[in-house]
Nanobody, 123 residues
Framework: VQLQASGGGWVQPGGSLRLSCAVS????????MGWFRQAPGKKREFVAT????????DYADSVKGRFTISRDNAKNTMYLQMNSLKPEDTAVYYC?????????????????WGQGTLVTVSS
């Protein structure tokens, strides 16, 4: 399984970005998916997760109400819509996949990782 994250960039505070994660292979709908981020000098942290069907999601408290995770199983792609961005959202964002049946909110719960895409929020 190969994951390719894209969509990062520079945005002013209050702005929006949409990240994408394209997944190779034919079993995308079998994977629970997640977004994580890592700011400079900090540990990688959970951002959002979505179930195989897309019916269930969970978010870190710091992004609830601002970020929305979604997936399109027909396109083998997951998304993270980020609104009302803050400077503290600046980080490298990683997408992850795992064959688990439940939602995953911790780094160790995922077997497959993308290479990351940098999001910078500053004025």
């Amino acid at each position: 399984v190969q994951l390719q994250a894209s969509g990062g960039g520079w945005v002013q505070p209050g702005g929006s970005l949409r990240l994408s994660c394209a997944v190779s292979g034919q079993f995308f709908s079998y994977y629970t998916m997640g977004w994580f981020r890592q700011a400079p000098g900090k540990k990688r942290e959970f951002v959002a997760t979505i179930s195989r069907s897309g019916d269930s999601t969970d978010y870190a408290d710091s992004v609830k109400g601002r970020f929305t995770i979604s997936r399109d199983n027909a396109k083998n792609t997951m998304y993270l819509q980020m609104n009302s961005l803050k400077p503290e959202d600046t980080a490298v964002y990683y997408c992850a996949a795992d064959g688990r049946a439940d939602l995953g909110t911790y780094v160790g719960g995922y077997d497959y990782w993308g290479q990351g895409t940098l999001v910078t929020v500053s004025s």
